[in-house]
């Protein structure tokens, strides 16, 4: 009910954050906080008050007032009724998770737009004057596309000038509890341009455009490209003389980790002097004007709450960044085939980047921790001591058997134990596993083990393809140990008492089991499934 009657709610979109937050978990979890039931509390009561709102009149002009706090898009509509302004709506909204990580000018931007587009449906067809603390159409064209996608701000492009009698109109003083403005006039309090200029660039005087005079003027590349087979990557920071330094870096360097290092040490050899620098990179260049600054006041997080990637280049990138007396970095097109002195300069940053890439670097090795495996004395059963006699082995004299192939003969337990440490170091599949095994020991059921073992490696089954098996009808499975294989089933059966459905779950080992039937209010029994069968699996380990 709220929901519908949110537009005669002023600050719905405020009142009501709490309540959003706590159901955006998982399904059927439901985070109660304090604030929660403070929120609940505070919307029955606005939904018992009286709206302060007139019926639109739609042969009259309207008014929107826009404000954006705490990323929601506030706004009042009004119409004009003798001397004053009476309301006709509400218009609470939230930002999407892209718009929230903007500046707070961008995000004046975007509730603009989002609200217009919101206050259309009330108005079809009339002119509307939008008042709003922000340059946003000026703002929009000049930094927009630092940090909005292409398809975003011609979006809101269309939505400002899709009318030519909508108006957007500044004004400097809002009314924080009631977004009516007590003038429509008046200068700004800030210039929007140069607040986001100073607040979100990586430095407050880096430029995007040459300087005049300037000391020094560096061209930087990286290359990051495959041959025969192997990766290879490098970079290049050259003036319009000479080099100033080409080197290689580690093979697993990918393209836009390249770009970061080679603006970083352009910087660094710049220090205390008026420089130009050119990249061809837009992530790099986009990365030193725009988004690294926001990425470093998030803590090096994307607007979903994920780790960026090259967060550690990027830090050094912002620390270079502030080496130089001035600095302007300039972004050239890649790969012109004109004669102009900058795209010569690019080319020739290119040419040696490549030739960079395929000098010799330091040896580089996986660093696989290679697991100490001590054996225990030999301990064979009797049926264990048939098979190497059968076998033709011999016991040396420690009490292992050797086959005529000088391998091992170990038991069934330390065979387990062996394949499963060499699993680790190198996660190889059954077959590879086998094989490095058979070099030095022997027993039985290798092969079946091995496939089990790497079934079970949650590396190798978050990693590897998934191939799935058609599953053939009526062919129970027999793991080798307890709670291998599991069969589950969740059905519903006719009411008896407060129960209604049936979870039943079993484990198969060597032809005996171990079954469970849990009887069900709900169907949350779903939910706890993962941990119960986790729970029993260690138990019967420890066993």
């Not at 900058?342 to 696989?368: H, P, V, Y």
Request: hydrophobic content about 40%; aromatic content about 6%; proline content about 6%.
């Amino acid at each position: 009910m709220a929901g519908w009657c949110r537009l005669w709610i002023p600050n719905f979109g405020l009142i009501a954050k709490p309540l959003y937050a706590a159901v955006k978990g998982p399904e059927g979890v439901l985070k109660w906080k304090p604030e929660c039931r403070k929120s609940f509390d505070e919307i029955k009561r606005k939904l018992m008050e009286a709206p302060a709102l007139g019926l639109p009149n739609l042969r009259k002009p309207f008014q929107l007032y826009v404000r954006e706090r705490q990323q929601v898009a506030l706004g009042v509509l009004t119409q004009k009724l003798g001397s004053w302004k009476r309301p006709a709506g509400y218009f609470p909204k939230q930002l999407d998770e892209v718009s929230k990580g903007w500046p707070a000018c961008l995000r004046a931007a975007a509730a603009t737009a989002t609200l217009i587009e919101e206050s259309r449906k009330l108005k079809p067809g009339q002119p509307i004057t939008v008042f709003v603390p922000h340059a946003v159409s000026s703002l929009l064209e000049n930094k927009g596309h630092h940090w909005i996608s292409p398809g975003r701000l011609a979006k809101y492009q269309a939505v400002l000038l899709e009318q030519d009698d909508d108006v957007i109109s500044l004004t400097s003083a809002l009314n924080p509890a009631t977004l009516l403005p007590v003038s429509e006039c008046g200068e700004l309090h800030h210039d929007c341009l140069t607040t986001s200029k100073q607040l979100y660039s990586s430095r407050p005087d880096l430029q995007d455009k040459p300087l005049p005079n300037a000391e020094l003027e560096l061209f930087t590349d990286g290359s990051s490209f495959m041959l025969e087979g192997r990766e290879k990557a490098g970079y290049a920071v050259v003036t319009h003389t000479q080099a100033l330094e080409a080197k290689s870096l580690p093979s697993n360097t990918t393209a836009q980790k390249v770009e970061l290092v080679a603006l970083t040490r352009a910087l660094e050899l710049s220090q205390g002097k008026r420089v130009n620098i050119y990249t061809d990179s837009k992530y790099a260049f986009g990365a030193v004007h725009a988004h690294g600054a926001i990425w470093k006041e998030r803590g090096l997080l994307s607007s979903h709450g994920t780790l960026i990637k090259f967060g550690t280049e990027i830090m050094k990138l912002l620390q270079a960044v502030l080496q130089p007396k001035e600095v302007a970095i300039t972004h050239c097109k890649a790969h012109q085939k004109a004669n102009g002195e900058i795209m010569k300069r690019n080319r020739k940053a290119d040419q040696l980047a490549k030739e960079a890439a395929l000098q010799k670097s330091k040896f580089e090795g996986a660093l696989i921790p290679v697991p100490h495996l001590e054996l225990s004395p030999p301990q064979y059963t009797e049926k264990e001591n048939q098979l190497p006699e059968e076998l033709d082995c011999s016991k040396n004299g420690q009490g292992w058997w050797v086959t005529p192939l000088k391998q091992l003969f170990i038991s069934e337990k330390m065979m387990e134990i062996l394949l499963e440490k060499r699993h680790q170091e190198t996660h190889s599949g059954a077959d590879a596993l086998v094989l490095i095994a058979r070099r030095h020991v022997i027993g039985p059921r290798m092969q079946s083990r091995a496939d089990r073992i790497v079934k079970k490696c949650t590396i190798c089954c978050a990693n590897n393809p998934k191939i799935a098996n058609q599953i053939m009808g009526g062919v129970v499975k027999q793991g080798i140990s307890p709670g291998e294989y599991w069969q589950i089933d969740f059905t519903e059966l006719p009411r008896c008492n407060l129960y209604k459905y049936l979870l039943s779950r079993m484990w198969l080992y060597n032809l005996t089991g171990q079954a469970e039937l849990l009887a069900n209010a709900t169907r949350a029994g779903l939910q706890d499934l993962k941990h119960s069968v986790t729970g029993n699996f260690k138990d019967n380990i420890a066993e």
